[in-house]
């Protein structure tokens, strides 16, 4: 069975320091992937998706990035986070891009202070 | 107008009391349609999928309405364990939109 890793669990970061979260999938082969940002009291924001190694769609540029260097593996990374950065940061799979169902990894709750 | 649109609640019932739920979409081209479950401060899980012809999985019931570009969520006997975030989900040319969320409390 499919199974999808996010670490760290919970990240507490000054404003201005770099961010990487980290997210792999086991168990399944070219998966779609992507990461999402849900601020408090706020829905899901898609930030990134990816079809395959190296090919990244950005949906919200900001100060975010987002990284495939692996078929299983992605990276949302930052240079220099912001207040506004805070959130629960979730990264998901799927099989088909335009209408499987996704499943998401525990989610990192990241702090910027 | 929003995508996804759903009522943010809360809902609080009693438990065993039946409870509906509708979410409106913008997008008429939208062809999957999903109802995703997230309890507090934990990640989205997939409940169940949304066919036009409406499908049922125990206790709960999804139905579809295309011409009023609606979806519902009817959960019957409601246990305490129901209580959480209800997110309607549909989907674009290649992601997924979700809305902000129901929030179900059933009480003892």
């Known amino acids: 069975s499919q199974t999808i890793h996010q670490w760290p669990a919970t990240l507490v970061q000054p404003v201005g320091s770099p961010l990487s979260l980290e997210c792999t999938v086991e168990?399944?082969?070219?998966?779609?992937l992507y990461w999402y940002r849900q601020a408090a009291g706020r829905g899901l924001q898609l930030l990134f998706y990816s079809v395959g190694i190296g090919q990244i769609s950005s949906e919200v540029p900001q100060n975010l990035s987002a990284s495939r260097p692996q078929d299983r593996q992605f990276i949302l990374s930052s240079k220099k986070l912001l207040l506004s950065d805070s959130g629960f940061y979730l990264c998901?799979?799927?099989?088909?891009?335009?209408?499987?169902?996704?499943?998401f990894g525990p989610g990192t709750r990241l702090t910027v202070t | 107008r929003k995508e996804v649109e759903q009522d943010p609640g809360p809902f609080n019932v009693p438990e065993g009391a039946t409870v509906a739920f509708n979410c409106t979409y913008s997008?008429?081209?939208?062809?999957?349609f999903f109802w995703y479950r997230q309890d507090c401060r934990k990640e989205p899980k997939l409940l169940m999928s949304v066919y036009s012809s409406g499908n049922e999985d125990g206790r709960f019931t999804a139905q579809l309405n295309r011409a009023s570009q609606y979806i519902s969520l009817l959960i019957r006997d409601s246990k305490l364990s129901d209580s959480a975030t209800y997110l309607c989900?549909?989907?674009?040319?290649?992601?997924?939109?979700f809305g902000k969320g129901t929030s179900l409390l059933v009480t003892p």
């Open positions: 998901a799979w799927s099989v088909a891009l335009r209408e499987g169902e996704q499943y």
């Open positions: 989900v549909v989907n674009r040319a290649d992601a997924l939109n």
């Open positions: 168990g399944t082969s070219n998966p779609n």
């Open positions: 997008n008429s081209a939208s062809q999957s």
